[in-house]
């Protein structure tokens, strides 16, 4: 994805260490006064939406990541503790990966992926934090990969974890855990909880987006800037 989506450094072994120490400390935080934060349902725009290219080539890879386990709650019951967890991996996992595009990084202009080199873009550090959280206990069902337009009307993937106070967003642009509609970004679409079918969200129909740089093109009534970093097939 878009080469905007850089700041940190480091090696994905350093941010598997540090979620042990993560697990041994969420007791203690447990018990501070952190207050836990509320937002709204993110609305559904009312129909199925296919998945991009890049993610479908990422599940044929790793099939084991993008399966569904119907019987893991779609809604994740957020506790003082896994707050704090879900807190802390998304600050740490922004520190630690050094962002690089895909162009550099793989020599296409977009592959999802787990940053194992400790280098990747937006969607890879997107994946990583799931990846960490999922092993730390916390459903997959409930964190959902989402597609969405920025600030900058760029493409850009975040991480949606659907909870029982609303649905929140893991970002590598912010270290805060922001409720969806706090973050100024268009929702587009994200992964289902029931298949391989992502479901539309508020942002515009028919249209697939992947966070990639690309040039306009006319949809429907709308022609898009040449700066946004979108791509569309």
Same mark, same amino acid.
């Given at each position: 994805?878009g080469?905007h989506c850089a700041?940190?450094?480091g090696r994905?072994a350093? %941010?598997? #260490?540090w979620l042990?120490?993560?697990? %041994? !400390? !969420?007791p203690t935080?447990?018990?501070g006064p952190?207050v836990l934060p509320s937002?709204?349902i993110?609305? @559904?725009?009312?129909?199925?939406d296919?998945?991009t ?6 599940c044929s890879?790793?099939? !084991?990541?993008?399966a569904?386990d119907?019987?893991?709650p779609?809604?994740?019951t957020l506790?003082p503790?896994?707050?704090a #967890?879900?807190r802390s991996?998304n @600050?740490r996992v922004?520190?630690t990966?050094?962002q690089v595009t895909?162009?550099? *990084?793989w020599g296409?202009?977009d592959?999802w992926d787990y940053?194992?080199d400790g ?9 990583l +934090? &799931? +990846?960490?959280l999922a092993?730390?206990?916390l459903p &997959? ?9 920025d600030?900058k009307?760029a493409? *850009?993937?975040? #991480? ?6 609303g649905?929140?967003? #893991?970002d590598n ?5 922001l409720?969806?509609d ?6 587009? +679409?994200r992964?289902g909880s %029931?298949?391989?079918a992502w ?7 028919n ?9 306009s093109?006319?949809i429907?009534?709308?022609? @898009?800037?040449? &700066? %946004?970093?979108t791509?569309?097939?």
């Amino acid at each position: 994805m878009g080469d905007h989506c850089a700041t940190g450094f480091g090696r994905i072994a350093s %941010a598997l #260490l540090w979620l042990g120490v993560v697990l %041994a !400390a !969420a007791p203690t935080w447990a018990d501070g006064p952190e207050v836990l934060p509320s937002a709204p349902i993110m609305p @559904l725009g009312g129909e199925d939406d296919r998945p991009t290219t890049a993610w479908n080539q990422f599940c044929s890879r790793v099939p !084991a990541e993008c399966a569904i386990d119907s019987a893991e709650p779609e809604t994740l019951t957020l506790t003082p503790a896994n707050w704090a #967890l879900i807190r802390s991996i998304n @600050l740490r996992v922004n520190e630690t990966i050094q962002q690089v595009t895909d162009q550099a *990084h793989w020599g296409v202009n977009d592959r999802w992926d787990y940053p194992d080199d400790g280098k990747g873009d937006c969607e890879d550090i997107q994946l990583l +934090k &799931r +990846k960490l959280l999922a092993e730390a206990g916390l459903p &997959r069902r409930a964190m959902r990969m989402t597609v969405v337009i920025d600030r900058k009307d760029a493409g *850009h993937a975040v #991480l949606t974890i659907r909870t029982d106070r609303g649905d929140l967003i #893991l970002d590598n642009e912010t270290d805060s855990v922001l409720p969806w509609d706090k973050t100024g970004y268009e929702f587009i +679409k994200r992964e289902g909880s %029931a298949g391989m079918a992502w479901v539309a969200l508020g942002g515009e129909q028919n249209r697939i987006v992947v966070a990639s740089r690309s040039v306009s093109r006319t949809i429907g009534p709308r022609r @898009l800037p040449t &700066r %946004a970093r979108t791509r569309f097939r």
